[in-house]
């Protein structure tokens, strides 16, 4: 079982990104999902989170995200999205995807992927 995470970079603030998770070893329909960020110095967060299923798809975000990140799943491709507009430097972080729940705790989540690196900056 792997997820892989990708999408990363270095961006300006107002910019965009999009990352993007592919998962291997299970079918994304099998559990709830997760973005999760770490930023310098701070303790893991979770950013947003999508249940199982192909209808009637629940989402969650971190305040400090609504209006300005989407996270979607595309089933049959085993692939979890989070679309990241109008960025900000405190977005600044590595970001993580996890599969196996939709809490928002870390340890309710079987699977991680090894993150990746987002950078707001001028």
């Known amino acids: 079982v792997q997820l892989q995470a990708s999408g990363g970079g270095l961006v300006q603030p107002g910019g965009s990104l999009r990352l993007s998770c592919v998962a291997s070893g299970f079918t994304l329909d099998y559990s709830g999902m997760g973005w999760w960020r770490q930023a310098p110095g701070k303790e893991r967060e979770r950013v947003s989170c999508?249940?199982?299923?192909?209808?009637?798809?629940?989402?969650n975000y971190a305040d400090s995200v609504k209006g300005r990140f989407t996270i979607s799943r595309d089933n049959d491709k085993n692939t979890m999205y989070l679309q990241m507009i109008s960025l900000k430097p405190e977005d600044t972080a590595v970001y993580y995807c996890?599969?196996?729940?939709?809490?928002?705790?870390?340890?309710?989540?079987?699977?991680w992927g090894q993150g990746t690196l987002v950078t707001v900056s001028s």
């Open positions: 999508i249940s199982i299923g192909y209808s009637d798809v629940r989402t």
């Open positions: 996890a599969a196996g729940s939709t809490s928002e705790y870390e340890y309710d989540y079987d699977y």
